[in-house]
């Protein structure tokens, strides 16, 4: 009930190109959802967070999509870069991001 | 504005070996999380600390684990003694109170021959 299920594993998209991940959780108790985004060699850094009382949030050319009835919430990055090439998890905790669960993460490479 | 730091940034060593990860938070954060990354199980969380207290220690794997904050401005995490299957990436977080995200160290990559 703790997992976070993200796919998929590896994705590819051609520059100027649409990338979607997909992430399902099962913990009702969870009320906040973050993805990060992994460059080799560093550590994760903070993208964009939803909280379940919005279905969508959208920070320049990134977007939280959340349907909390399916328990499911998805990245949406427009207009794909090669520099958003790297590993991209998401994550999910309950009362206030102090313990936070994480996605197996994908791996996103953006062709030029 | 100084980010998490960890050292060190390699460590090899051999099986047996008693090993030290060093992590600073971030200054006036209250919060320090430990995880693990592999590829086979993702990023884990082993332990938490809010004001230099352990909250939360579910996840450190065995008792060869054991992590410290003696001051606001310092944490260890040991493994002593290492084995081969403790071979991972190493990630130090702070954050703040509230509804503040987690700033996560470039890591510690640990490799147990």
């Known amino acids: 009930q703790q997992q976070v299920k993200q796919s998929p594993q590896s994705l590819i998209v051609q520059k100027g190109g649409i990338s979607i991940i997909n992430c399902a959780y099962e913990?009702?108790?969870?009320?906040?959802f973050p993805w990060y985004q992994q460059f080799p060699g560093k550590g994760p850094a903070l993208l964009i967070a939803i909280r379940p009382d919005v279905s969508e949030k959208k920070e320049g050319r990134f977007t939280i999509s959340f349907n909390k009835s399916a328990k499911q919430f998805s990245l949406h990055i427009m207009d794909s870069q090669p520099g958003d090439s790297a590993t991209y998890f998401c994550a999910a905790s309950s009362q206030g991001a102090q313990k936070l669960v994480f996605g197996q993460g994908t791996r996103l490479t953006i062709n030029p | 504005d100084a980010g998490v730091i960890q050292s060190p940034r390699h460590e090899v060593t051999e099986m047996g070996q008693e090993v030290t990860l060093r992590c600073k938070p971030i200054?006036?954060?209250?919060?320090l999380f430990w995880y693990r990354q592999t590829m086979m199980r993702g990023l884990e969380l082993l332990i938490y600390f809010n004001n230099n207290v352990p909250i939360d220690d579910s996840g450190m794997p065995e008792d060869r684990f054991s992590a410290k904050m003696p001051n606001a401005s310092f944490s260890t995490l040991k493994i002593q003694p290492s084995e081969p299957r403790d071979s991972a990436v190493y990630f130090c977080?702070?954050?703040?109170?509230?509804?503040?995200?987690?700033?996560f160290g470039d890591g510690t990559r640990l490799s147990i021959l």
């Open positions: 977080a702070s954050r703040l109170t509230g509804n503040q995200p987690q700033h």
């Open positions: 913990n009702t108790a969870f009320d906040y």
């Open positions: 200054s006036g954060h209250d919060y």
